[in-house]
């Protein structure tokens, strides 16, 4: 028999027709791993910039963003996916001709020579990304700028969201860079803080042919003019030893699903990587063109949620809404979440493993699990969601569970309108498992249409502890019913 501790087990049955108490049978199920979108390599290259976040180490790999697969240096610091975008390495007293890369390829390699060295006859080494190859990183992103000189000690390091259209086309400028940019290590230059002037419409120079100075005094330049070797002073020439270097990444954050896609900017898969990679809360919001219901089909599982805070919230979504289950007003749902098979497609939903954790209006269908909180997760929260039904809550299933926990303090539903979940057609509704304490499931309806009138049966269980020892808040409030004959109501 399982060791439960019920601190507030009532109406575990409001209005269904009977409920069983009885030790459940083991039953063991493991979290899938999150699948990237590409591992970097030349025959499974990373797909958009965002999967340069997820590099084991900083290196080289290979991307395809669309224009071809070209290979590109990725930092892990200062808060990681950056890739290396423009490199010049420059003797003083030499003037040696620019290098424009175009879309597709290859990016510079690191430079670890010493201030001083000629690097221009390395063409591995020497080159920046013009306007084409900078359009192949989509959606919103930041540079990262670095230079030093032999004319004095000051560094240039900082990083700024400025000017992503502009690197792209080559028309604009950089206007507000002086009160836009966050500083980096080591950064001790008067650039960009200092910026009092601007070159505007440069093309493939947009990084180069001075972008941000101060007249007569301090110049960010490479072959500026022709001939200006330039970092935070204006020597006017190519006298001084100097380095020059710019990365790229997807700003962290970017957190706005914009499509149905599977992957790549704008999907709910790339707003889970740029949420895990950005320390803090994160909420992500829905804004897909076009009439719901919208239905984005995953070929894998999404990344698991590793960051305190993240919320994904499909209520957000135009048209959507969370409605009084109880009163007789059903969710409007606009987001649907879908394997887009008709059998176990062996990979689940949402999985998290992170504090704080908020998942919100949504239709989660046809997968083995539909939404995991697995064993590092405290305080998840899941509301206003049908998970195995489709937004109209006809039948959909998902083949094992539609809730797994193991994980600490979940709380699946809530007792104010609009908190409840719909949680029908799955073998088993929600599966509590060893490990798993302080669980609360409040409001729900649970085996039912969201009407509470018909019948879309969990096959299995509806509440279950499936293996080893578990401890509960309370279960509160729920209308079980409909369920098959096996499923019951609580099996503890």
Known sequence: ????????????????????????????????????????TLGDPYTTLSDAYTVPSSGRYYFNTGSGTFEADVDTAEGGGWVLVLQYV????????????????????????????????????????????MSQFTGDIELRWYGDTSNHGRVIHFRSSLGD?????????????????????????????????????????A???????????????????????????TPANSSQNTRHQVWVRQTPGTTEVTNTNDSGV????????????????????????????HTITLASQLPTITDAGVSIDGSTQSGASCGDLW?????????????????????????????????????????????????????????????GLAPDGTAAGNFTNGFQVLGAAARIGGLTPGQGNVIGSNRSAVITQSGSTDTAIRGNFIGTDPSGTLARPNTLRA?????????????TKNLISGNSSTAGGIQL
């Open 1 to 40: 028999m399982h060791r439960m501790l019920f601190e507030n087990l009532r109406s575990c049955l409001a209005g269904a027709a009977r409920c069983v108490l009885v030790a459940g049978a083991g039953l063991l199920l493991g979290l899938q791993s999150a699948q990237a979108g590409g591992s970097g």
């Open 90 to 133: 420059h003797d003083g007293g030499t003037n040696p001709t620019l290098s424009v890369l175009g879309a597709g390829a290859n990016l510079p390699v690191t430079s670890a020579a010493a201030l001083g060295t000629d690097e221009s006859g390395d063409a591995t080494r020497w080159g920046h990304a013009g306007n084409a190859a």
């Open 165 to 205: 259209d502009y690197v792209r086309t080559g028309a604009g400028n950089f206007s507000g860079i002086e009160a836009n940019f966050t500083a980096l290590s080591g950064h001790t230059a008067n650039l960009p803080s200092a910026t009092t002037n601007l070159q505007s419409n440069r093309g493939d120079g």
């Open 207 to 233: 990084l180069t042919n001075v972008p941000f100075f101060v007249t007569g005094t301090y110049h960010w330049s490479i072959q500026g003019n022709g001939s200006r070797w330039e970092v935070d002073d």
């Open 266 to 293: 704008g999907s709910l898969r790339d707003a889970i990587t740029n949420a895990n990679a950005d320390p803090g809360e994160d909420d992500i919001t829905f804004n897909i063109p076009g009439a719901g219901p």
């Open 327 to 387: 009163g007789g007003t059903p969710h409007t749902l606009m987001v649907r979440l879908d394997s887009g098979s008709g059998s176990d497609p062996g990979y689940g939903a949402i999985v998290t493993e992170a504090a704080d954790t908020l998942i919100k209006g949504l239709s989660i269908t046809r997968f083995s699990n539909g939404i995991a909180l697995g064993t590092g997760s405290s305080n998840a929260t899941v509301q206003c969601s049908y998970v």
């Open 463 to 475: 509440i279950n502890n499936a293996s080893g020892s578990a401890t509960w808040r309370d279960i």
